[in-house]
């Protein structure tokens, strides 16, 4: 039964990345103009000048005058191939840009779900419990803060703050020293030592919207009967809100892997920004912005690929963890 | 398929007490949907303060001409980085004592090597008037008038209440004017969110079957694209000489495909939830059609929900908009936002020489806030038999 | 040469002095321990017969240490090339006064300038050990620079007449540069930043992904992901003059004094590091070998607020580049102190910060009509209070300026330079009463006779240039005062160049190169740019296709672009600054442009402890600083 579920689900996501691909191709080539138009115009800057047949040329070389039909093909056909193409503005294959990046996003995303984890799962429930209490307030205050400011405001000024006054490094997620070393566990505490500022300023904006959810779900679970009943058997007051309520409350924090992880890419943009962070965030802006197309499909790809693969496993865990919940 | 995620509790039958503390039982039994919901909102004093910022915001952003004291996009070469003054107003003069508002003249001096600049008090006062005369402007481009809130008397002076940018614009306007095109972008952002979530998750709600598998699939679908490059996409297909009020439009639609997805799935789970209440049973049973059924009863039953949910859509908006000025997509100047504010804001000389320039931040915060807690209010209240 | 580019610059002296003999031959202390190991040949066999020496501008130096500096965005790889520099055949002398031998021991010319003979230096070696002879120059022009598949269309600055460059091999150290006609400026253009490309392949390594001398070349494009044919494997294997992959293989030998380790400069880099070239070719006065510091280290920070906030922090060494702003200068100073740094001074080369370009070939008959007229330009030009924009935009740093040479320089022509700056709304309202605009409507905006409003519409990139919209929405307000109505807009880069491109603007606005290099920018008063020429667009198409597109100029261009071919293949150089001194008094009779201001000098950071570094030097891309100053020179004091 869950085993077909699961089929289901995967084989479904077959025409889904279809679909992707085909409208991140026309969104990438929405924007007037190609990858020259923004090359020329950066030569332009640089008082470089470009005649009209180099300009043919680059085109012809990077295959931007075939028809648009022709160039999706032509790139689905190699990205099919594990192949995703030459990047434009770096002159380099995709696939040798694309995936430090991506394992980067992934690590530093999943670190900030953790953290937004342990900042909304006590604060949650001791909401629910309290509710209305002065904790309560305060608790859900600081979480909306976190949601209300900004990140790329937060993220600046933490950074100046860190920097003049306490001498800390400069955004990154590497010392200098370490940034081009090989794993070792001086790599990992450096990695630490670094990784809490965006996890911080990433992690804020989600923690409010998990600590409200956790707060709701909780709040339904503490009035079932099966809860007086508990109570009346004689169990703990911890014990009763943690054996049950709470774990039929945890529903959506599952469920948050989903949804979380593209939100944190899209968010961390902004932030990687400002802090100087090599995840795929910048470069994706960077690739749209000057028309890199296949640096940027890829990375368009992979992310939704990403999304999609996150919604599966919280759909699977879900199904796994509360029978009420139905497949079909 | 799972789609309990994150839905609200089933608006389960019967009376709750609690919602009805000061009332009597009696009166909760008969009082309408409504009237319990404001009840119970009553109760919930963070959001009814909310409910206040929220309208005090607006009242700014209808009143932006009266309440600014300059043309928010006029430069003066004297204000460079003016910091913010204090009002004062008790004025102790040779005469006596008078009671009127002024503050402490500055000027403005420029280290010629590090090119820093400081404003010194001139020892001169300002002196400012309620209801005086000031930059010429035309109320919603209609009334002509030239009278603001708080003005100085001689106009050709500067009272910066908030400071001055760098080119010695009165950041007070600013950030008023702002106010109006940041909060009114949530509002209608939020009303088109409103058609698209409540058609398409009602559809599918109701429905259910095929139809539903297929708009669940486009949210899921709209869901997995990453947001940038649909906002750049959409962003550069802005013709770049339309009007401010034309980009303004676009932007707003923009943030608006932030929000529908969300309020899709919110109004779908309550319509599978409902539709096999007892009510709409009743009135499937009666022979009312379908159209009938889904506008006289169910969405009223929904109101309350999807108010709260829309209030909680609009500080997403209004963030998502400050977003977008970073990332240079969204509105630019000359427009004016919160968003176009932060941007113009963002770099280490403003937070070293120029922290004022960050008040449009404080009212983002303020503005998120105030939506985030009056939506909750709205939510445990919408809820009036629940808890 | 001399003459050509004379500016006026203190505290920059001349650097290279011609061959001397060098006794005392020091080298880095890890090299001197690596040909005690054995591993590396020892220094004289690595040093060319007759380095090139180079008088360090303040003191001999001591070997050791790292110079951070910072790149932003991904895309920044010019910042290498500004440092390591153009290593090419010639170069600039430091003051920007004129062009010197680089990798070129000497050089002769024929009697009409179109053959050059190169001596190149005896027992140079690339960066790997192995010689640089004149095979090297031979493989680029025989199989690079006159092969299609390679180069369909050949580099403009190789091509006179119609006809690419060729090579005549003389001698392993001599080689003969030919072209079809004379060309005057040749040697000049070979110290541009990218006219590297004689020196740039190393034959015997590149040669690999050449199909002339590797057979099977196919199979190795085929074996690389995403490359489907030999030059995109050359490419990405040998780099390109101004793309990335320069940087990203650090197994590609150079001439440059340091070289990239690892990875190399890729999309993924955090960090890229360069290390001292053990066979550089240059030594100092004493005969130690270059450079003095060790490596390089390279930081990549997305935004260019990052980059500032690391200078304040005391992490860059040297750098101008993204953080040298009038808006950055208090904060620069305010923190130099505390985080051990000094301030240099970048003198710009360029002439205006901000140009108004004026559409003379508008699509529209009327606002072409307007434009056209040159009293109307002046009304527009003394209707601009340049005080105000120059007291509020830039800090108070500048002075009126339309565009062209800077009074420090032998061009100067003060009539182009300030003509109609002074601040007269009045005078401008009677002028465009009396040109046949003095009817207005109801919210006293001038009309066409078509009683259309006289409004422009403008765009401006306002990510690049934020000063330009500050400068634009000041100037509405002075125009509004003469019944001329103006919007500005920001847009997006290649938005801003596409409609350029397409002749849709009324007029564009951007910086006015041609300060210290009026002979290498001339496009404010020579329509020869496609894509900064703005005044004219159909004009430059008319130009550079030889008068089969675009639009016919005007007879003072006409006149204009005449002189420039013969400028172009000048010899003499007394007679080509005549030919740019006519050019300029035509530009500024005809007054097609107006500018604002001078652009401002800015300041930069260098570590309080680094030595050799000018105080102050000139800032351009003609002149791709700081290479020029000689980084390679720069040291550590104890």
């Given at each position: 039964m869950i085993w077909r579920y699961i089929l289901k689900r995967i084989l479904w996501m077959i025409p889904f990345m279809f679909g992707v691909s085909v409208v991140s191709f026309l969104l990438i080539q929405a924007?007037?103009?190609?990858?020259l138009t923004t090359y020329i115009a950066k030569l332009g800057e640089s008082n470089e000048l470009l005649d009209q047949a180099t300009i043919d040329n680059l085109r012809a070389r990077f295959g931007l005058d075939q028809p648009l039909y022709v160039q999706y093909f032509k790139w689905v056909g190699n990205v099919l191939q594990g192949d995703f193409g030459m990047s434009?503005?770096?002159?380099?294959?995709?696939n040798e840009l694309v995936w430090e990046r991506m394992a980067l996003t992934l690590l530093v995303s999943m670190a900030t779900l953790l953290f937004t984890w342990a900042i909304a799962f006590p604060i949650g429930v001791y909401s629910a419990v309290h509710k209305y209490s002065i904790g309560d307030y305060i608790a859900t205050m600081i979480g909306f803060i976190g949601l209300a400011t900004p990140n790329f405001l937060l993220a600046l000024v933490l950074m100046y703050i860190g920097v003049v006054y306490f001498g800390s490094d400069v955004?990154?997620?590497?010392?200098p020293e370490y940034?081009?070393?090989?794993?070792?566990w001086g790599k990992v505490v450096d990695l630490m030592n670094h990784l809490w500022l965006p996890m911080v300023v990433l992690g804020t904006s989600a923690t409010a919207s998990l600590i409200r959810i956790m707060r709701a779900n909780l709040l339904d679970e503490l009035h079932k009967p099966y809860v007086d009943t508990a109570r009346a058997k004689g169990l703990s007051e911890f014990w009763l809100i943690m054996k049950y309520p709470v774990r039929v409350a945890l529903n959506p924090f599952i469920s948050t892997i989903g949804w979380v992880l593209p939100n944190l890419v899209s968010g961390a943009v902004i932030t990687a920004i400002v802090l100087s962070l090599p995840l795929a965030g910048p470069l994706m802006l960077q690739a749209l912005l000057s028309q890199d197309m296949y640096l940027a499909g890829a990375f368009v790809l992979l992310l939704s690929l990403l999304t999609v693969i996150g919604m599966l496993i919280s759909d699977i865990l879900l199904v796994l963890l509360d029978p009420r919940v139905r497949y079909d | 398929m799972t789609d309990e995620r994150a839905s609200g509790p089933p608006g389960a039958a019967g009376v709750a007490p609690q919602a009805a503390i000061g009332h009597s039982e009696r009166d909760v039994a008969i009082a309408s949907q409504w009237q319990l919901t404001r009840w119970a909102f009553r109760r919930h004093k963070l959001a009814l303060v909310s409910l206040w910022v929220i309208g005090a915001l607006y009242l700014l952003s209808i009143f932006a001409e009266v309440v600014?004291?300059?043309?928010?996009t006029q430069q003066n070469r004297r204000a460079v980085y003016h910091p913010p003054q204090m009002i004062h107003f008790i004025d102790r003069t040779e005469e006596g004592i008078r009671l009127r508002p002024y503050v402490y003249e500055m000027d403005r001096q420029r280290d010629?090597?590090?090119?820093a600049v400081t404003y010194v008090p001139s020892g001169e006062k300002t002196y400012l008037a309620f209801f005086g005369r000031g930059d010429a402007y035309k109320l919603w481009g209609l009334f002509p008038a030239e009278r603001?809130?708080?003005?100085?008397?001689?106009?050709r002076d500067g009272f910066y209440l908030f400071g001055a940018d760098r080119l010695g614009r009165d950041m007070f306007s600013r950030v008023i004017y702002g106010t109006r095109i940041s909060m009114s972008i949530g509002l209608v952002g939020v009303a088109i969110s409103l058609v698209l979530g409540v058609v398409l998750g009602g559809v599918s709600g109701f429905y259910g079957g095929r139809v539903d598998v297929l708009i669940q699939r486009l949210i899921e679908f709209v869901l997995s694209l990453p947001t940038i490059p649909i906002w750049l996409a959409l962003a550069a297909a802005l013709?770049?000489?339309?009007p401010i009020y034309q980009q303004y439009f676009v932007i707003t639609l923009i943030v608006s495909l932030v929000g529908w997805t969300e309020l899709g799935r919110v109004v779908r789970g309550r319509f599978l939830a409902m539709k096999n209440e007892d009510f709409v049973i009743a009135a499937r049973l009666d022979g009312a059609s379908e159209w009938r059924i889904i506008w006289r009863h169910m969405l009223p039953s929904l109101s309350s929900h999807i108010i709260a949910s829309l209030t909680l859509a609009i500080p997403l908006m209004i963030l998502a908009e400050t977003g977008l000025s970073f990332l240079g997509l969204g509105l630019t100047p000359p427009a004016i936002s919160w968003g176009v504010l932060l941007k113009e804001a963002q770099n280490i000389v403003s937070i070293s020489q120029?922290?004022?320039?960050?008040v449009p931040g404080g009212f983002v915060v303020l503005a998120v806030l105030a939506f985030n807690f009056l939506g909750d209010g709205l939510r445990d209240a919408a809820d009036p038999y629940g808890h | 040469m001399k003459m050509l580019l004379r500016a006026t610059l203190?505290?920059?002296?001349?650097?290279a002095v011609s061959p001397l003999v060098a006794m005392a031959q020091g080298q880095a202390p890890a090299l001197a321990e690596m040909v005690a190991a054995g591993t590396l040949p020892p220094l004289e066999e690595r040093l060319p017969t007759n380095p090139e020496v180079v008088a360090p501008i303040d003191s001999i130096g001591t070997y050791g240490g790292t110079i951070r500096r910072f790149l932003s965005g991904?895309?920044?790889?010019n910042s290498f090339l500004r440092f390591v520099?153009?290593?090419?055949?010639t170069r600039w002398e430091a003051d920007f006064s004129e062009v010197i031998p680089n990798v070129a021991e000497s050089w002769t010319t024929n009697e009409d300038s179109s053959e050059f003979t190169f001596k190149l230096r005896e027992g140079m070696r690339w960066s790997d050990g192995e010689p640089f002879t004149a095979d090297d120059i031979m493989f680029f022009v025989d199989?690079?620079?006159?092969?299609e598949e390679f180069y369909p269309t050949a580099p403009a600055r190789f091509v006179v007449g119609g006809e690419t460059m060729q090579a005549e091999k003389i001698d392993d150290v001599t080689v003969k540069l030919i072209f079809?006609?004379?060309?005057?400026t040749f040697l000049t253009e070979l110290a541009t930043?990218?006219?590297?490309?004689?020196?740039?392949?190393?034959k015997h390594y590149c040669q690999q992904f050449h199909p002339a001398y590797n057979a099977d070349v196919q199979a190795l494009v085929d074996a690389s992901?995403?490359?489907?044919?030999w030059p995109s494997l050359f490419r990405l294997n040998c780099?390109?003059?101004?793309?990335?992959n320069r940087w990203s293989n650090a197994d590609r030998p150079t001439l440059d004094p340091w070289v990239v380790t690892?990875?190399?400069?890729?999309?993924?880099?955090?960090l890229v590091m360069m290390e001292r070239n053990?066979?550089?070719?240059k030594v100092d006065?004493?005969?130690?070998?270059?450079?003095?510091?060790d490596t390089l280290q390279w930081g990549v920070a997305q935004d260019a607020q990052a980059i500032l906030l690391e200078a304040i922090a005391g992490n860059v060494d040297m750098q101008a580049r993204r953080i040298a702003s009038l808006a950055n200068q208090p904060v620069l100073f305010e923190n130099a102190e505390k985080a051990g740094y000094k301030l240099f001074q970048r003198t710009?080369?360029?002439?205006?910060d901000m140009a108004i370009h004026f559409n003379?070939?508008?699509?529209d008959p009327e606002m072409r009509a307007l434009l056209t007229n040159k009293d109307v330009r002046i009304a527009l030009s003394i209707a601009i209070d340049r005080d105000e924009i120059i007291d509020i935009v830039y800090q108070g740093v500048g002075e009126p300026w339309q565009i062209?040479?800077?009074?420090?320089?032998?061009?100067?022509?003060e009539q182009l330079g300030?003509?109609?700056?002074?601040?007269d709304p009045d005078r401008a309202n009677e002028i465009l009463d009396a040109a046949g605009y003095d009817q207005r409507n109801g919210d006293g905006v001038r009309l066409f006779p078509?009683?259309?409003?006289?409004v422009f519409n403008v765009n401006y990139p306002g990510v690049e240039t934020p000063q330009h919209g500050d400068t634009l929405e000041i100037i509405k307000d002075h125009w509004a005062d003469i019944g001329i109505g103006l919007n500005a807009t920001s847009v997006e880069r290649s938005i801003y160049y596409a409609r350029g491109e397409a002749n849709e603007h009324d007029f564009m606005v951007w910086g006015a190169p041609g300060g210290l290099d009026p002979t290498l920018s001339p496009r404010d008063v020579l329509a020869?740019?496609?894509?900064?020429?703005?005044?004219?667009i159909p004009w430059t198409r008319w130009y550079l296709s030889g008068g089969s597109e675009g639009i016919e100029p005007s007879e003072s261009m006409k006149t204009r672009l005449a002189l420039y071919d013969q400028f172009k293949a000048e010899a003499d150089q007394e007679k080509a600054l005549g030919l740019f001194r006519q050019i300029h008094q035509m530009a500024a009779d005809e007054f097609e442009i107006i500018g604002i201001t001078f652009r401002p000098s800015t300041y930069g950071v260098v570590n309080a402890?680094?030595?050799?570094?000018?105080e102050a030097l000139p800032g351009s891309w003609m002149y791709p600083d700081p290479a020029p100053t000689l980084p390679w020179t720069y040291y550590y004091a104890e």
């Open positions: 924007p007037p103009g190609d990858f434009f503005e770096w002159r380099q294959p995709v955004g990154g997620l590497f010392s940034q081009n070393a090989p794993w070792s | 600014s004291p300059f043309d928010p010629q090597r590090t090119l603001h809130l708080l003005v100085p008397v001689n106009p013709p770049p000489d339309w120029a922290p004022w320039l960050f | 203190a505290g920059l002296t001349a650097a991904s895309n920044d790889h520099g153009p290593q090419g055949l199989d690079l620079l006159n092969n079809a006609a004379p060309y005057g930043p990218l006219a590297q490309e004689p020196v740039l392949w190393a992901p995403a490359v489907e044919d780099g390109e003059v101004e793309a990335p690892g990875e190399g400069y890729t999309a993924g880099s955090t053990p066979y550089f070719w006065t004493e005969g130690n070998q270059l450079p003095y510091v710009a080369a360029d002439s205006n003379h070939t508008h699509q062209g040479p800077l009074p420090q320089h032998a061009l100067y022509n300030r003509q109609h700056t002074e601040y078509s009683g259309e409003p006289i020869v740019h496609p894509q900064a020429s703005w005044f004219a402890k680094l030595r050799n570094v000018p």
